[in-house]
C-alpha cells in the first residue's frame, strides 16, 4: 500500500532532476561564451576596495598583500582597511601598511555595514568592492570582473569562491559546496538571477550603492539583502569565472552550523522583507523560478532526509521480520509479481539516481571552471559530501527556521 512518503519520494526526485536538468541545459546553450570575460573599457575606473575587519589578525596581513598584487593600475587603486572595534592587533598590523598606501580608519565596533559605510564615505572610486578580512584574491581579479561595468545595466559582479586550503573533514565538505556554486552563480546570472553577491571581492558600480543608500546596518547577511535590493531597482548582477577568490571557512561542526544559521536566517528575513520579488514576473527568472524554486529546495531537503531515515527504518524493520519469520534464508523474489509500492519507488529510485549522475556531472563542470587539477581526489570528497552533508544543512535549516519563529535574538555569527 502506498504511503505519503512514497508520494513525496516520487515528487521530490522529479523536481530535483527537473532543475538539474534545466540548469545542464542552460550551462549547455551557454558553454562557447561561459568563460568568456568581457573586454576591459579603453578608460578603466578608478576602484577603492573597502576592507571591514574584526578581530582578524590572523588573515588581514595575507589579506592586504593579496590586494597589493592586483594587477591594475596602481593609481587606479584605493585600498581602505576599516578596523571595526578589535579587542586584538587587527588595527596594529593595518598601520603597517599605511607605508604601501593602504589607508585605515578606525571606528567603534558597529558591524561590517556599519564598517563599510564608513569606507563608502571616504572612498573616491567609481568602483566600490567589499573585500573580507579572511580572504586571498588572484592577481588578475580584478581584470576579470571590471568589463562587466560597461553594460551601464550592470549594478555589481560576483567573484567566484574557493576554500582556502582544505584541511579538516568540515572544510573539505564546504570545498564540494563551494566548488558546485561557482556553476550555480553564473548559471544563475545567464538567468539574471543573483540574489547574493558574497562578501568576498564583490564589486559594485558606486552610483548605485549611493542610490540605494549603502549597506543596511544590522542585517544578518548584509550582502544578500544589498543583492535583493539591487535587483528590485531593476540593475542587473554577473558573476566572473575568472575572478577567483579563496575564502577562509569554518573549520569545525560547531562553527558551520553557527555561520549557516546566520546565512538561512538571514535569507529568511530578507525573504520577508523582499516578498514582492516572488513570484513576480516583473523580476523574470528571478521571481517566478529562482527564488520560489529556493523555498522548494528547502522543503525538497527536509522530505528527502525525512524519507531517508523512513526508508532505513523500513529496511531494518523488514529484514528483522523475514529473520525472524524464516531464518536468514530470503524468500525467493517473483519478478512477475510485484507490488505496486516496489515498482512505485524504483521509478523514484531510478530518477534519484539520474539526479546524482546529473549532480556529479555538473561537479564534474565545476572542478573544470574552477581550474581544480586534482580530480580523482575532490570526487572522493564528492561522494562523502553528498552522503552526510544534505543532514547538516538539513540541521542548520531547522534550527533557523525555529530560531526565528521564536524570534529569537538577531546575533552575528562568524
Request: charged share 20%; with cysteine.
Amino acid at each position: 500500500m502506498l504511503n505519503y512518503w512514497d508520494y513525496a519520494t516520487l515528487t521530490t526526485s522529479i523536481v530535483s532532476f527537473f532543475v538539474f536538468f534545466t540548469y545542464f541545459l542552460i550551462y549547455l546553450e551557454n558553454r562557447n561564451r561561459i568563460f568568456k570575460a568581457p573586454p576591459l573599457p579603453r578608460k578603466l575606473p578608478k576602484v577603492s576596495i573597502l576592507v571591514p575587519a574584526y578581530n582578524e589578525e590572523k588573515t588581514i596581513a595575507k589579506t592586504l598583500r593579496s590586494l597589493l598584487r592586483l594587477n591594475y593600475p596602481k593609481n587606479l587603486i584605493e585600498i581602505i582597511a576599516i578596523n571595526d572595534g578589535s579587542t586584538d592587533n587587527t588595527l596594529k598590523i593595518m598601520k603597517k601598511f599605511e607605508k604601501y598606501g593602504v589607508k585605515v580608519i578606525d571606528k567603534p565596533n558597529g558591524g561590517k555595514a556599519s564598517a563599510l559605510n564608513a569606507g563608502l564615505k571616504v572612498a573616491k572610486g567609481d568602483i566600490i568592492v567589499c573585500m573580507d578580512a579572511d580572504s586571498i584574491v588572484s592577481r588578475n581579479a580584478l581584470k576579470y570582473t571590471i568589463g562587466y561595468f560597461s553594460d551601464p545595466k550592470v549594478g555589481a559582479v560576483a567573484s567566484s569562491l574557493k576554500v582556502y586550503k582544505p584541511k579538516t573533514f568540515w572544510q573539505k565538505m564546504q570545498f564540494v559546496e563551494y566548488i558546485y556554486n561557482i556553476f550555480l552563480r553564473k548559471i544563475l546570472a545567464f538567468m539574471d538571477s543573483v540574489f547574493v553577491v558574497p562578501g568576498p571581492f564583490g564589486l559594485y558600480r558606486r552610483s548605485v550603492l549611493e542610490r540605494l543608500g549603502g549597506w543596511e546596518e544590522g542585517n544578518l547577511t548584509e550582502d544578500m539583502e544589498l543583492t535583493m535590493r539591487i535587483q528590485k531597482a531593476g540593475y542587473k548582477v554577473e558573476t566572473s569565472l575568472n575572478s577567483i577568490v579563496y575564502t577562509k571557512t569554518p573549520e569545525t561542526f560547531k562553527r558551520l552550523i553557527k555561520q549557516r544559521i546566520r546565512w538561512y536566517r538571514g535569507f529568511l528575513i530578507n525573504a520577508r522583507k523582499y516578498k514582492e520579488l516572488f513570484f513576480n514576473p516583473k523580476y523574470g527568472d528571478l521571481g517566478v523560478y529562482t527564488l520560489p524554486l529556493y523555498i522548494i529546495f528547502i522543503a525538497i531537503l527536509f522530505i528527502s532526509i525525512a524519507s531517508t531515515i523512513y526508508s532505513f527504518l523500513n529496511m531494518v524493520k523488514d529484514f528483522f521480520l523475514i529473520n525472524l519469520k524464516a531464518g536468514i534464508e530470503m524468500p525467493e523474489l517473483n519478478l512477475q509479481n510485484i507490488d505496486p509500492p516496489y515498482l512505485f519507488m524504483s521509478v523514484s529510485t531510478i530518477f534519484w539516481i539520474a539526479n546524482i549522475v546529473i549532480y556529479a556531472y555538473i561537479f564534474f563542470i565545476s572542478l573544470r571552471m574552477s581550474r581544480e587539477r586534482k580530480l580523482l581526489r575532490s570526487f572522493r570528497i564528492y561522494i562523502i559530501q553528498i552522503i552526510f552533508y544534505p543532514f547538516v544543512l538539513a540541521t542548520a535549516w531547522l534550527l533557523s527556521i525555529w530560531r526565528e519563529i521564536r524570534g529569537a535574538k538577531i546575533k552575528w555569527e562568524r
